[in-house]
Antibody, heavy 118, light 106 residues
Framework: EVQLVESGGGLVKPGGSLRLSCAASGFTFSDYTMIWVRQAPGKGLEWVSSLSGNTRYIYYADSVKGRFTISRDNAKNSLYLQMNSLRAEDTAVYYC???????????WGQGTLVAVSS | IQLTQSPSSLSASVGDRVTITCRASQGISSFLAWYQQKPGKAPKLLIFAASTLQSGVPSRFRGGGSGTEFTLTISSLQPEDFATYYCQQVNSYPFTFGPGTKVDIK
């Protein structure tokens, strides 16, 4: 059974940093592109970043480029999102998801809440 | 690539036929997916490649369209279908989502 479990969310002050993790199981993690998607409270979905299985291909939304860094450890079946220079508008539930080779996200984690506030 | 959805919300009854439209700011061939999201839950993939039903999704869901205009149709709305629906283009990065369409009970 495919499982994705996010962790690392919490309350952080503006300008602060946070590192999210996503633990994957039930599939060959290194074969798949993985992504982060976020959802601000009461708002829609926002695609954040994508990282290919071999780490050659990395993409970011303009809203986070230069502040967030996506990475992975295939030996640990884990995906990460390092978030720096956090702003109030980064407050959201952050989901990790698997890309099914076609850009579609067939499995999702339960999400982890990041709140940026002084 | 920007996506718009219409309507932004709708009220419908069980058994109704419902159609949601998603428009792209430029042609994306058939590189479009539809997701369903219920409150407090992660999104669920319903349709990919504009019209291909994801495994396990009921056949009352149907996707159509190509280029810049796409539709999601629910042929006979069921109680478990009340949710918010999002389209997403996967033609080119960043893979943008539409703003969502909330379907609630009339």
């Amino acid at each position: 059974e495919v499982q994705l479990v996010e962790s690392g969310g919490g309350l952080v002050k503006p300008g602060g940093s946070l590192r999210l993790s996503c633990a994957a199981s039930g599939f060959t993690f290194s074969d798949y592109t993985m992504i982060w998607v976020r959802q601000a409270p009461g708002k829609g979905l926002e695609w954040v970043s994508s990282l290919s299985g071999n780490t050659r291909y990395i993409y970011y939304a303009d809203s986070v480029k230069g502040r967030f860094t996506i990475s992975r450890d295939n030996a640990k079946n884990s995906l990460y999102l390092q978030m720096n220079s956090l702003r109030a508008e980064d407050t959201a539930v952050y989901y990790c998801a698997r890309d099914d080779f076609g850009g579609n996200n067939d499995y999702w984690g339960q999400g982890t809440l990041v709140a940026v506030s002084s | 690539i920007q996506l718009t959805q219409s309507p932004s919300s709708l009220s419908a009854s069980v058994g109704d036929r419902v159609t949601i439209t998603c428009r792209a700011s430029q042609g994306i061939s058939s590189f479009l997916a539809w997701y369903q999201q219920k409150p407090g839950k992660a999104p669920k993939l319903l349709i990919f490649a504009a019209s291909t039903l994801q495994s396990g999704v009921p056949s009352r869901f149907r996707g159509g369209g190509s280029g810049t205009e796409f539709t999601l149709t629910i042929s006979s709305l069921q109680p478990e279908d009340f949710a918010t629906y999002y389209c997403q283009q996967v033609n080119s990065y960043p893979f943008t989502f539409g703003p969502g369409t909330k379907v609630d009970i009339k």
